[in-house]
């Protein structure tokens, strides 16, 4: 009986001495394995009386059973020893930097355009699309801008012949819309798109830019429409609480004609380098449609009316990222480009 | 236009409102004030009388004793250097702190001599140069022997204490060019009574005379001419000078004065000729004429048909509204003039003016255009003036030819429109008002208002003028902000703009940033452009040669883009551009992409992802996936487009449902010197056009196997010249419907193959749809397979 005891003790101390699951491996054969120390004391049995044997095989039973329960926990307890070894061996300097991960940045100027197409596109407005080649006819002629007018002068547009160009103005785009509709409305619209004039180019001049026009025609469309209108892309371009101040201005193809002020977003209004210190900043043209170019288009101007708007993104841009030169859009510097690479 | 604050208050009384105030209120009403300028400045001023002048040896500069008042104290030492310093004479002298432009006046010695003020000249005070003479230049003013000595205020006897407001005029309110017409604007803003002289019939006087005038061109509809047999030439009043200066022009003589004056204050352009020196007693205007001629300032002009001729005699004496001949010009010898006011083509004028060269003011005017009546307020204030300030007389009866019919433009509106129009709620009593101040004379019954306009308000023609004129004076502030109420209509992106947008996200997805460059392009782009649709668009009259033509591809753009980014050490670019290009027949859009290095590098973490034809095909195929092409609606084959440019054998033609779509591939390395590129430049061009006309495979579901792949690794060694798609079409055909997946993972040449041999690694993998694969059919399969490689493509298992 003693025997049994004495074994168990022997394998006790041996797992409590054992320092790696190898080792613990080796006691687990010396004594559970199948020429193990306590196989070998049931061998013992055959010696042993009839009734004798049942309660050393329990003995024995019982012994086999502490050990193995010793040896579970002893190797749970190594192998959480281990792994919190590994776990120490395997740390990082996370002050590495991370795996570069560099996204491509979408061109200033069309940010700007897809946050306008976006806001309008949201209030029900289709956005236009026509030919930079353009004719004549829809750049000047449905404009109001009939031949001999000033602003058609050789100097101010890229002709090809004489009745083809390159378009100075978006307005294009808005004629052709308008042709288009033949005098059904309602029209809503915007036109995003490049514009040449003969312009040398410089810090603040540039022979090829960008505008965006809106146009809206139906019935009962008011002056007081489009300021709503113009204060809500105001708002959306310059940020919240942005307000916007029409002065009388001059263009063919619209009447009354405003210039628009917005509040300066820099220092709200109250004047700074950007504004120049007047509190506003000048942003945009429109007015109501003219009605002679309504008729011109085939639309009665008893009955509808409508109002248009322009604006340069480029100076929009220049104005919301602080950008001194309008030759970096067309540059493409790769650092310029670059610094267009967030959520706005 | 300049705009003389001092004379505007000759017409309009502008007591209690300042320069600023004044440039405030038209601004807000449309006149753009850009810059309010005085006409002179200068504090601590006083008129002074050099009591004796002693040089100072050595120097230039010499000692004076002047007196500024009568007290005994009144006499100040004051050391000037202006070489006609002298004894005798009235001065300007700025005394201890006057403020003048150039600084302030400190007193302290100079040169050791005490000195209590300084001389002025009147450039000084911020007289512009170009009005003085030279001799006014060159030393200190001499004011005029009864000048008031002790007078302080200096600038408002020298008829200098103007302000001048630089006001910026649309083209449709070139009326206010006119000072009378201005002022007329003014009274409405300020609702201020206005006063013109009294001009209106001045000149109708004089008998009869042998004169006549008469045009043989439509392009002068009325002439209006006076003879003035008297006249005396001498100096202007000292007033006109100064509106003049204030206008920007300069003083000639009193009889030149008068003729710009009038046509400052009525906007009319007139010209006065000698009457001595035309050789006939007639005037002809003509504009079919070739000859060179001698205009007033001395230059020779070429004179082309087309161009406007005032003749007399046959002979040319002017160019009409733009300027006169030297020959009949008023100098001090004139006694008796001949007046002409009439109204030339704008168009005529301006082409004129601007092939010569000759941009003058009468030019300007006459090409924003003239209002009916000025031609004979101009005479009859010609008249007028001519009589006060140069003793005229001796007139004949105004003889014209052309036609004068003028009938006062009538405009009807109602209260109702307008305020629908403008989404306004103004009163038929605000509207009166401003239409009454405009001198629209309106007449109201009930809600119709009917406006007769004045002459010069040449702009206004229908409704929605009127109602411009009502908010523009009433204010933009009472304007509400409402948005429009009408029918709902759905704001959606077409598929063209859907798939710029799609294409834009997957390019910056992988790295690439967008560039926009220019249309207009030089010779050489349009000879090197790839696949250009025809031949280019040339603009009529190009700026330069580097923008000549409208671009008909966007490949040297964007690599003129690379070279700009190599050359500035930006390192490892990749680019996209979606643009319109142009050739005589017609436009199309298409699509550049271009890597310049690695696409990904990180050193550190020991990763590098080339930018080379492969990660160009790559990045094509996921775009085009991405639009719902693929499979066997694309394909690529050898590129024989366009070797010039691209790589021959390191470059593709794409190809959609039969259709050419562009080539993408390596730059050829002799045209990557032409742009001094450093490294090879993988570029690509493709037509969009295509795709936004085509509809892409739509996404549909189709429900997931259920029973397990089965993928076998096999390695063929084949002829090098053998290609992936040989392989994976013969393993296709021998696979049948088991297949599912060919994919080649790797290429192996050297040691261990034979040479003109490549060892080719693949993953097979087959499926069924409706049971788990047994050994036997995939061995059968796989077998077929083998069999195939090594009977077509002489591709055997390797060992």
Redesign the interface.
């Known amino acids: 009986m003693d025997r049994i005891t004495e074994v168990q003790n022997e394998a006790l101390s041996a797992i409590e001495s054992a320092q790696s699951p190898e080792e613990l491996q080796q006691v687990r054969i010396k004594y559970l394995g199948k020429k193990g120390s306590i196989q070998a004391l049931m061998s013992e049995m055959k010696s042993l009386s009839k009734e004798e044997k049942p309660v050393f095989g329990q003995k024995v039973n019982l012994c086999k059973q502490a050990v193995s329960e010793a040896i579970e926990k002893a190797q749970a307890q190594l192998e959480a020893k281990a792994l919190e070894a590994q776990l120490i061996k395997d740390k990082l300097d996370i002050t590495?930097?991370g795996?570069?991960s560099?996204?491509?940045?979408?061109?200033p100027?069309?940010m700007i355009q897809?946050e306008i197409?976006d806001l309008?596109?949201?209030?029900?407005?289709?956005?236009a699309?026509g030919?930079?080649?353009e004719e004549d006819y829809y750049n000047f002629e449905l404009a109001n801008i009939p031949k001999?007018h000033?602003?058609r002068?050789?100097?101010d547009t890229?002709?090809?012949?004489p009745n083809t160009l390159?378009r100075t103005h978006t307005t294009a785009m808005q004629m052709r819309e308008l042709e288009k509709a033949k005098g059904q409305?309602?029209i809503?619209l915007i036109c995003p798109g490049?514009v040449?004039r003969?312009d040398?180019d410089d810090a603040t001049h540039s022979?090829?830019f960008t505008q965006c026009e809106g146009l809206?025609v139906?019935?009962?469309?008011?002056?007081?429409?489009l300021?709503?209108?113009l204060?809500?892309m105001a708002n959306r371009m310059f940020g919240e609480g942005r307000q916007i101040?029409?002065?009388?201005?001059?263009f063919p193809f619209t009447?009354?004609?405003?210039e628009v002020d917005v509040s300066c977003p820099f220092c709200n209004g109250k004047g700074c380098n950007v504004c120049k210190g007047s509190g506003w900043i000048e942003i945009l043209g429109a007015g109501?449609v003219?009605?002679?170019v309504l008729e011109m288009n085939g639309f009665d101007s008893e009955k509808c009316?409508g109002f248009a708007f322009g604006v340069g993104l480029e100076r929009v841009a220049m104005l919301k990222y602080g950008i001194d030169d309008i030759r970096n859009?067309?540059?493409?510097?790769?650092?310029f480009?670059?610094t267009f690479d967030r959520f706005d | 236009m300049r705009l003389s604050y001092k004379w505007l208050s000759e017409y309009v009384d502008l007591s209690g409102i300042s320069p600023e105030e004044l440039a405030d209120k038209m601004?807000?009403?449309?006149l753009?004030v850009e810059g309010i300028e005085p006409l002179a400045q200068g504090t601590h001023l006083v008129i002074g009388e050099v009591l004796s002048s002693e040089d100072v040896e050595g120097t230039h500069l010499h000692i004076t004793q002047t007196r500024i008042g009568d007290k005994p104290e009144d006499v100040l030492q004051i050391v000037c250097g202006a070489p006609n310093c002298r004894a005798g004479l009235k001065v300007i002298v700025a005394l201890d702190g006057a403020e003048l432009p150039g600084g302030t006046i400190h007193v302290r010695p100079l040169r050791g001599i005490d000195s209590n003020g300084m001389l002025c000249a009147l450039y000084e005070l911020g007289v512009d140069k170009k009005y003085l003479t030279e001799y006014q230049c060159s030393g200190i003013e001499e004011l005029p022997a009864d000048a008031p000595v002790g007078e302080t205020d200096v600038l408002g006897y020298l008829g200098y204490d103007d302000t001048v407001l630089d006001v910026s005029l649309?083209?449709?309110?070139a009326d206010c060019s006119s000072m009378w017409n201005m002022a007329k604007e003014v009274g409405a803003i300020l609702h201020r009574e206005v006063k013109w002289p009294d001009y209106a019939g001045k000149a109708d006087i004089g008998e009869e005379g042998t004169f006549r005038v008469s045009s043989a061109t439509e392009k002068c509809s009325a002439f209006l001419g006076k003879v003035v047999n008297h006249v005396e030439v001498g100096p202007s009043p000292k007033w006109m000078v100064n509106y003049l200066h204030a206008a920007g022009m300069n003083s000639i003589n009193n009889v030149v004065d008068i003729s710009n004056f009038v046509m400052l204050e009525t906007g009319q352009p007139l010209h006065y000729y000698n009457l001595a020196k035309l050789p006939a007693r007639e005037i002809t205007v003509v504009d079919d004429i070739e000859m060179k001629m001698t205009a007033l300032d001395g230059v020779e002009f070429e004179i082309q048909k087309g161009d406007l001729v005032i003749t007399t005699g046959g002979q040319p004496t002017g160019i009409a509204g733009i300027m006169g001949g030297e020959e009949s010009m008023i100098d001090e010898t004139t006694n008796a003039i001949f007046i002409e006011a009439a109204n030339f083509d704008?168009?005529s004028v301006?082409r004129s003016s601007?092939r010569l060269n000759l941009i003058t003011e009468a030019a300007q005017r006459f090409?924003?255009g003239l209002e009916p009546l000025s031609m004979q307020k101009a005479v009859d204030r010609s008249v007028e003036l001519l009589t006060k300030y140069a003793n005229a007389s001796g007139f004949e009866k105004t003889v014209s030819c052309g036609d004068f019919t003028y009938e006062p433009k009538v405009v009807k509106e109602t209260l109702t429109h307008c305020n629908?129009?403008?989404?306004?709620e103004f009163t038929m009593d605000q509207v009166k008002e401003v239409l009454t101040w405009l001198d629209f004379k309106p007449e109201i019954n009930g809600d119709e208002i009917t406006c007769t306009i004045p002459s010069y308000r040449t702009d206004i023609e229908?409704?929605?003028?009127i109602?411009?004129e009502i908010?523009?004076l009433i204010g933009?502030d009472s304007?509400?902000?409402?948005?429009?109420?009408?029918?709902?209509?759905?704001?959606?992106?077409?598929p063209?703009?859907k798939i710029r947008?799609t294409i834009?996200e997957l390019?910056?997805?992988?790295?690439?940033?967008?560039?926009?460059?220019?249309?207009?392009v030089p010779q050489d782009y349009i000879d090197n452009a790839f696949d250009a649709a025809g031949d280019a668009?040339?603009?009529?009259?190009?700026?330069s040669d580097a923008?000549k033509y409208?671009r008909s591809s966007l490949l040297n753009s964007v690599l003129e883009?690379v070279q700009?980014?190599e050359a500035?050490q930006?390192n490892s670019?990749?680019?996209?551009e979606i643009s319109?290009v142009?050739s005589v027949k017609g436009?199309e859009e298409r699509l550049a992409v271009v890597f310049d290095g690695n696409l990904?590098?990180?050193k550190?973490?020991k990763?590098a992802k080339p930018g080379d034809f492969y990660a160009m095909k790559g990045l094509i195929m996921s775009m085009l996936k991405k639009l719902g092409f693929f499979g066997g609606r694309i394909q690529i084959r050898e590129n024989t487009k366009d070797t010039v440019h691209f790589h021959p054998f390191r470059s593709a033609e794409l190809w959609m449902d039969k259709k050419f779509l562009g080539v993408f591939g390596d730059i050829h390395p002799a045209y990557a010197k032409k742009f001094d590129l450093k490294k090879s430049v993988v570029y690509a061009e493709l037509k969009l056009d295509q795709l936004f006309e085509t509809r892409g495979t739509r996404m549909k579901f189709v429900p997931l196997e259920r029973y397990p792949a089965v993928s076998r690794d096999i390695a063929v060694v084949t002829d090098r010249e053998t290609s992936a798609q040989q392989i994976t079409n013969t393993i296709n055909k021998a696979g049948g419907k088991l297949l599912r997946n060919v994919e080649i993972f790797d290429i192996y040449e050297g040691e261990h193959v034979e040479a003109g041999k490549k060892s080719v690694a693949l993953r097979v993998t087959y499926q069924a749809a409706d049971h788990t694969l047994k050994e036997e059919e995939i061995s059968t399969v796989h077998k077929a397979i083998l069999d195939a490689l090594a009977k077509k493509l002489n591709a055997e298992l390797r060992a």
């Open positions: 590495l930097n795996t570069k560099e996204k491509g940045t979408m061109h100027l069309h897809q197409e309008f596109i949201g209030m029900g407005y289709k956005i699309e030919p930079e080649v001999d000033p602003a002068e050789m100097q890229f002709y090809i012949d390159l409305t309602p809503k490049k040449y003969r040398d022979h090829q809206v139906g019935e009962h469309i008011t002056l007081a429409d300021k709503g209108t204060e809500f101040r029409f002065r009388p201005s001059y009447e009354p004609s405003v109501m003219h009605p002679h009316t859009f067309y540059i493409n510097d790769e650092r480009l670059k | 601004t807000t009403a449309g753009e649309t083209p449709n309110r704008a168009t301006r601007i090409t924003k629908d129009l403008l989404g306004t229908r409704q929605a003028d109602d411009e908010i523009r933009f304007l509400k902000s409402t948005l429009p109420f009408m029918e709902a209509t759905v704001g959606r992106l077409t063209a703009q947008r834009g390019m910056r997805a992988n790295g690439l940033n967008e560039i926009i460059t220019y249309t207009l668009i040339a603009l009529a009259m190009p700026m923008k409208i883009c700009y980014n500035h930006n670019c990749s680019f996209y319109k142009y436009e990904e590098e990180d550190l973490h990763i």
